[in-house]
């Protein structure tokens, strides 16, 4: 974009804030009462001073009806502050349904990032009772890298949301899940362990023994499981205060 361009574009947004102030109502009111004083003044007193003075004390102040021109004038300033009124409206409302659409486009990412997060950390309760798979340190990955990235987001767009509040929610969201990652990548090191201790195909036997003594998978998977059920609860209260933030 050109200079040039930039300095027009600039004007035109300085001017449509200054239509969109308090003081523009203010112009307004002044066009309109001026506009109806062009008439009303000289037609006041050629009623009253000339024709009412006139008929009873016999004096003649010369004042003439308004004329034509007059009426024109009054017209045109009527007219000026009929527009000034009605691009302060337009501009009013355009800037405001602006406004709630990049609102709502914030708050629509939020909830997206959100939806990723939770995702991500609920998928990593169903590989706790399975062998190391390298997909593991995949999804585990991934888990902590949307988590990370919900974390970024919610800092940069938080002087955007309507409460610290609402900020606070989906941060703890956030770190539940990066928590319940680092379990996880406990669980990873057990299930190595296990495997190079007594192999895939140890018996069930030697397996509960070494649950018993080492890394107990099903208890840690009950743990999970509880875990996401208080970040469903906060997921859900978090998208239900965007609803009825939103309308």
């Known amino acids: 974009m050109s200079k040039s361009n930039q300095l027009w574009d600039l004007a035109i947004e300085w001017i449509s804030k200054k239509i969109r102030s308090p003081f ?45 021109t007059t009426y024109i004038a009054s017209f045109c300033v009527l007219l000026l502050g009929v527009v000034n009124n ?21 708050y629509q990412e939020t909830w997206d990032k959100l939806d990723i997060v939770f995702d991500d950390a609920a998928r990593l309760s169903n590989l706790y009772n399975k062998y190391y798979a390298a997909r593991d340190d995949e999804l585990v990955l991934k888990a902590e890298k949307s988590a990370i990235s919900c974390l970024d987001f919610l800092r940069k767009k938080r002087p955007f949301y309507y409460s610290e509040s609402f900020y606070e ?11 319940e990652a680092r379990a996880f990548r406990g669980c990873i090191e057990a299930k190595k362990m296990e495997e190079a201790t007594i192999g895939k195909k140890a018996s069930i036997t030697k397996q509960m023994d070494y649950y018993r003594k080492t890394y107990n998978y099903e208890m840690a998977q ?26």
């Open 24 to 68: 523009s109502n203010y112009v307004t009111k002044s066009l309109l009462i001026l506009g109806a004083s062009i008439v009303a003044v000289p037609l006041l007193g050629h009623l009253v001073l000339n024709a009412v003075l006139k008929q009873f004390l016999g004096i003649d102040f010369g004042i003439e009806a308004p004329d034509s």
């Open 222 to 247: 009950k743990e999970t499981v509880r875990n996401l059920q208080v970040m469903r609860r906060q997921y859900d209260s978090v998208c239900a205060e965007i609803r009825k933030h939103l309308g």
């Open 169 to 179: 929610k989906c941060s703890e969201i956030c770190s539940q899940a990066l928590q």
């Open 86 to 106: 009605t691009a302060h409206n337009y501009l009013t409302h355009s800037h405001q349904l602006r406004a709630k659409e990049a609102e709502a486009s914030i």
